[in-house]
T-cell receptor, first 114, second 114 residues
Framework: KQEVTQIPAALSVPEGENLVLNCSFTDSAIYNLQWFRQDPGKGLTSLLLIQSSQREQTSGRLNASLDKSSGRSTLYIAASQPGDSATYLCAVGMIKAAGNKLTFGGGTRVLVKP | GAVVSQHPSRVICKSGTSVKIECRSLDFQATTMFWYRQFPKQSLMLMATSNEGSKATYEQGVEKDKFLINHASLTLSTLTVTSAHPEDSSFYIC??????????FGPGTRLLVL
């Protein structure tokens, strides 16, 4: 059974610092990995999707890396802003035969102080 | 593109009543829809996977007679919480996917059972 862990559970940084969020998973037979943002009481916003054959994806200030063999992904957010304050979730999609079900990590709650 | 809506966005009901939540893919046909539950400050837990025209597949520990799922068309899935109790109060989120691709998430429905 796939298990996804996110460390740290919470993170507080001053504005301008870079953020590093970690995600680890136990079963390396993944189809893809996604990073989401969730604001309090809201749904999910997809940030980055990395296919299993890829090593990283970039979008603006966001960069996500994937090391499938070691079961790790890292989300980097450069030059953090107060608007980046949210919970960040990583989710692992298993191989297609399993219906591409996503297993979510526990999330990292980020607070960026002005 | 790829918009998923949920209705209602929040609902309050009395214990013992049934509540229906709708999930719609607005601009694509969803072969598969997923239902998740999220308790406060916790991550998303997959409840069930539904495919259009067939019975839903429930995750271990999820009561299929309590959480009725109907995927009647390629753009609509409904989750009915039957005989709701206070412990069913939660944030319910659906997602939809065309042909095993990326899941697109709805904005969520907050259920409060008094």
């Amino acid at each position: 059974k796939q298990e996804v862990t996110q460390i740290p559970a919470a993170l507080s940084v001053p504005e301008g610092e870079n953020l590093v969020l970690n995600c680890s998973f136990t079963d390396s037979a993944i189809y893809n990995l996604q990073w989401f943002r969730q604001d309090p009481g809201k749904g999910l916003t997809s940030l980055l999707l990395i296919q299993s054959s890829q090593r990283e994806q970039t979008s603006g200030r966001l960069n996500a890396s994937l090391d499938k063999s070691s079961g790790r992904s890292t989300l980097y957010i450069a030059a953090s802003q107060p608007g980046d304050s949210a919970t960040y979730l990583c989710a692992v999609g298993m191989i297609k035969a399993a219906g591409n079900k996503l297993t979510f990590g526990g999330g990292t709650r980020v607070l960026v102080k002005p | 593109g790829a918009v998923v809506s949920q209705h209602p966005s929040r609902v309050i009901c009395k214990s013992g009543t049934s509540v229906k939540i709708e999930c719609r893919s607005l601009d694509f046909q969803a072969t598969t829809m997923f239902w998740y539950r999220q308790f406060p400050k916790q991550s998303l837990m997959l409840m069930a996977t539904s495919n259009e025209g067939s019975k839903a597949t429930y995750e271990q520990g999820v009561e299929k007679d309590k959480f009725l799922i109907n995927h009647a068309s390629l753009t609509l899935s409904t989750l009915t919480v039957t005989s709701a109790h206070p412990e069913d109060s939660s944030f319910y989120i659906c997602s939809a996917t065309p042909l095993w691709e990326t899941q697109y998430f709805g904005p969520g429905t907050r259920l409060l059972v008094l």
